[in-house]
């Protein structure tokens, strides 16, 4: 199976800052790169796919880069609704896996 | 749009079988895309742990394949999770998602605790 490592696990930011998450694959999986954000008590909502790819209605304030094993995704201009978990996703071929997650909080 | 809803028992005992269903409304489970069943464990790990093709085809995640079984009824646009033999390591939320290149479409999410 293909590992997804997500740094940092916690991440703590006012609004109106710029974030990044960064993920390693182990191995190459091109642009076959995910991102998803969930909400407390809420399922995971797509946000990037291919690397780089913003889902539709999604802000441009996101936005996703990267190739092979390394990724990141940054979030310009930190808004309220912001604020939960996320996690990078390979989507190269099952069995689909999952990074451990990164929680972004509020400063 | 699609919708998908997670429904079941929300407390099974150790080495009995869980049981879910998804009941999809929007879109027919025959018409196309995958039908997946995926879980959170408590401290958030996501696992895949399967689908059900829109042809009625299955691909398990590795690690389940001797206890795992995902179903359909197509009168009813439903499908279904059976995990047998479960141990307090299956207490997770369960989603039930759709997928095209393994990029998913997520419903709510339903919590099952294993306990005795």
């Known amino acids: 199976d293909i590992q997804m490592t997500q740094s940092p696990a916690s991440l703590s930011a006012s609004v109106g800052e710029t974030v990044t998450i960064t993920c390693r694959s182990s191995?190459?999986?091109?642009?076959?790169l995910a991102w998803c954000q969930q909400k407390q008590g809420k399922s995971p909502q797509l946000l990037v796919y291919?690397?780089?790819t913003l889902a539709e209605g999604v802000p441009s304030r996101f936005s996703g880069s990267g190739s092979g094993t390394q990724f990141s995704l940054k979030i310009n201009s930190l808004q309220p609704e912001d604020f939960g978990s996320y996690y990078c996703?390979?989507?190269?071929?099952?069995?689909?896996?999952f990074g451990g997650g990164t929680k972004l909080e509020i400063k | 749009d699609v919708q998908l809803q997670e429904s079941g028992p929300g407390l099974v005992k150790p080495s009995q079988s869980l049981s879910l269903t998804c009941s999809v409304t929007?879109?027919?489970?025959?018409?196309?895309?995958?039908w997946n069943w995926i879980r959170q464990f408590p401290g958030n790990k996501l696992e895949w742990m399967g689908y059900?093709?829109?042809?009625?085809?299955?691909n398990y995640n590795p690690s389940l394949k001797n206890r795992i079984s995902i179903t359909r009824d197509t009168s009813k646009n439903q499908f279904f999770l059976r995990l047998n033999s479960v141990t307090t390591e299956d207490t997770a939320t369960y989603f039930c998602?759709?997928?095209?290149?393994?990029?998913?479409?997520w419903g709510a999410g339903t919590t099952v605790t294993v306990s005795s």
């Open positions: 996703q390979h989507h190269y071929g099952t069995p689909w896996t």
């Open positions: 191995e190459n999986i091109y642009s076959y």
């Open positions: 291919n690397a780089k």
């Open positions: 059900i093709s829109y042809d009625g085809s299955n």
């Open positions: 998602a759709r997928d095209q290149d393994g990029l998913f479409v």
């Open positions: 929007g879109y027919s489970i025959t018409s196309g895309y995958y």
